[in-house]
């Protein structure tokens, strides 16, 4: 099956500086692929998504980049805000269903 | 993801005993999901249903069952013979190729 693996694990920021995580899937057959976010003790919220057809997609303060040939992804975060604490989760798709990376907990410094 | 409820929040049971977690969904979506998180890991499948009346395992199926005889119901059901049933158990329900969590139901088992 689908293994996604991320990194880092942890990683501490301070505010308004930049945040990326990495992650390698290994099905070539992925097409999709989602990022979450999920604060202690709660749902993981979806913040952005790419399919396979696309190399990158943006969204206010946080992007997303996709190289298919190398089968990997990144999220990026911009101006990073105390807010944007949490554990955040890579996911890769193939026939509907999620396989997930084992998480990266950010921290933003004041 | 406001149309997911899962109750209860939190729930406590014996070893030995099995114990089924409510799903509930009024998205109108087809598929729904059953996935379980363990500290410091990422989501892993245990079922899935794309339609009612049928569904699949996914990769930790082992000592749970599910039914799906509605499309907004998905339970599930730990069986005594789940080894590690102590976890917190997210149920998600898709459209496209988006998922969408619900709050959660944080299991513990003594």
């Known amino acids: 099956g689908e293994n996604v693996e991320q990194h880092p694990s942890t990683l501490s920021v301070q505010e308004g500086d930049s945040a990326v995580i990495k992650c390698t899937y290994s099905d070539s057959a992925s097409n999709y692929f989602p990022w979450y976010k999920q604060e202690l003790g709660k749902r993981p919220q979806l913040i952005i998504d790419?399919?396979?057809?696309?190399g990158e997609k943006k969204d206010q303060r946080i992007a997303v980049t996709l190289n298919k040939t190398a089968k990997h992804f990144s999220l990026h975060i911009t101006e990073t805000q105390p807010e944007d604490s949490a554990v955040y989760f890579c996911a890769a798709s193939r026939d509907y269903k999620l396989s997930f990376g084992a998480g990266t907990t950010v921290t933003v410094r004041a | 993801d406001g149309g997911i409820t899962q109750s209860p929040k939190y729930l406590f049971r014996k070893e030995g005993q099995n114990v089924t977690l409510s799903c509930e969904q009024n998205l109108n979506h087809d598929a729904m999901y059953w996935y379980r998180q363990d500290p410091g890991q990422g989501l892993r499948l245990i079922y899935y249903?794309?339609?009612?009346?049928?569904?699949q395992k996914g990769d930790i199926a082992e000592g749970y069952s599910v039914s799906r005889e509605k499309k907004e119901s998905f339970p599930l059901t730990v069986t005594s013979a789940q080894k590690n049933p102590t976890a917190f158990y997210l149920c998600?329900?898709?459209?496209?190729?988006?998922?969408?969590f619900g709050p959660g139901t944080r299991l513990t088992v003594t």
């Open positions: 790419i399919r396979s057809n696309v």
């Open positions: 998600a329900t898709q459209t496209g190729y988006e998922q969408y």
């Open positions: 249903s794309q339609i009612v009346n049928d569904f």
